[in-house]
T-cell receptor, first 116, second 115 residues
Framework: AQKVTQAQTEISVVEKEDVTLDCVYE???????LFWYKQPPSGELVFLIR??????QNEISGRYSWNFQKSTSSFNFTITASQVVDSAVYFC?????????????FGGGTRLMVKP | GAVVSQHPSRVICKSGTSVKIECRSL??????MFWYRQFPKQSLMLMAT?????????EQGVEKDKFLINHASLTLSTLTVTSAHPEDSSFYIC???????????FGPGTRLTVT
């Protein structure tokens, strides 16, 4: 069975600090997808990224970057120069069975608080 | 990207009553929709998979007679919480899957409070 672990339940940083949110996953499938979502206080999930298991290239999008390492089953997310607006709960998720449209297994979430 | 709506966004009902939540894909057809539940300060847990024209598949521990799911068309799935109790108070989020790209889009969620 698939599993996603976000060991950090809560992180607090001061604005402009860099912060890394960890995500470790377990799956028996060779083809799978990994996701990161942001959930602000409103509750709506905001899609951040999707990666398939065959693409281990790191990705950078503005202040966001992701490090996918199959050898350690990790898909970590780094926010550079954090801002107060980054405060939210962040979820890492896994989709198995070879397509991104399958059900998602979510990690427990990491609550990020960025203080001014 | 594709848009998924949920209605209502927030509902308060009395214990023992039923409440219906709608999930609509606004600009695409979705043969599959998922219903998730999120208790306060917890993660999202899959409740059921809803396929158009067939019975929903429920996850272990989710009562199918309490959480009725109807996926009557390619753009609408409904979740009815029957005989709601305070412990059913939660945030319910649906997602819809496009075909053939199999991309999944989430609705904005429905916050249910049972008093």
């Amino acid at each position: 069975a698939q599993k996603v672990t976000q060991a950090q339940t809560e992180i607090s940083v001061v604005e402009k600090e860099d912060v890394t949110l960890d995500c470790v996953y377990e799956t028996r499938d060779t083809t799978y997808y990994l996701f990161w979502y942001k959930q602000p206080p409103s509750g709506e999930l905001v899609f951040l990224i999707r990666r398939n298991s065959f693409d281990e290239q790191n990705e950078i999008s503005g202040r966001y970057s992701w490090n996918f390492q199959k050898s350690t089953s990790s898909f970590n997310f780094t926010i550079t120069a954090s801002q107060v607006v980054d405060s939210a709960v962040y979820f890492c998720a896994l989709s198995e069975a070879g397509n991104a449209g399958n059900m998602l297994t979510f990690g427990g979430g990491t609550r990020l608080m960025v203080k001014p | 990207g594709a848009v998924v709506s949920q209605h209502p966004s927030r509902v308060i009902c009395k214990s023992g009553t039923s409440v219906k939540i709608e999930c609509r894909s606004l600009d695409f057809q979705a043969t599959t929709m998922f219903w998730y539940r999120q208790f306060p300060k917890q993660s999202l847990m899959l409740m059921a998979t809803s396929n158009e024209g067939s019975k929903a598949t429920y996850e272990q521990g989710v009562e199918k007679d309490k959480f009725l799911i109807n996926h009557a068309s390619l753009t609408l799935s409904t979740l009815t919480v029957t005989s709601a109790h305070p412990e059913d108070s939660s945030f319910y989020i649906c997602s819809a899957v496009t075909a053939p790209l199999y991309e999944q889009y989430f609705g904005p969620g429905t916050r249910l409070t049972v008093t």
